[in-house]
């Protein structure tokens, strides 16, 4: 399964981050290492050589992946109509059969973080979210078997665009 092209506004700009970051600064910084390693003589046998020429594939990597994947992600940058229902970029409020309390943002597969509370949309739990209000009950198939939740409330940021 592909996965979803939208992002937040803020997701867009910490990609565009990374990308300036690694093309900027390190890659300069890395190939200017590599520079110094390769005056030193042999480079069969030269760690840091060896091992910066890795790290350039490395950042070489990431750098195609981020411009090829910044062109086709379509940023959400306006709140939906009706905001009483769960849409990309609501926070949720979950609350298990065993009272638990959860919220997530769900966000594009690209920004996903559960550290931050960031779900993917992608994922099983968001897709089954996605349309509902609170009060509604919402299942999910988890490895451990079907997991009840109801939704406790939703609410959307106000979103800042700098375009």
Known sequence: MASTRYITAEGEQALREELRYLWKEKRP???????????????????????????LREIDR?????????????????????????FFGAWVTIESEE???????LVGP??????????SIDAPMARALLGKRIDDEVGVRTPD???????TNIRYEPLTSDK
């Open 29 to 55: 910084e890395v190939t200017q290492a590599v520079r110094e390693a390769a005056a030193q003589g042999d480079r069969s046998e030269n760690a840091e050589y060896i091992y910066g020429k890795k790290q």
């Open 110 to 119: 690209d920004e996903f973080d559960l550290s931050r509370g960031y779900l």
């Open 62 to 86: 990431r750098v195609r992946f981020l411009s090829k994947r910044l062109d086709e992600l379509t940023v959400v940058d306006r709140l939906p109509d009706d905001r009483g229902k769960v």
């Open 145 to 151: 078997g079907w997991k009840h939740v109801v939704i």
């Open 99 to 105: 009272g638990d309390e959860n919220t997530y943002r």
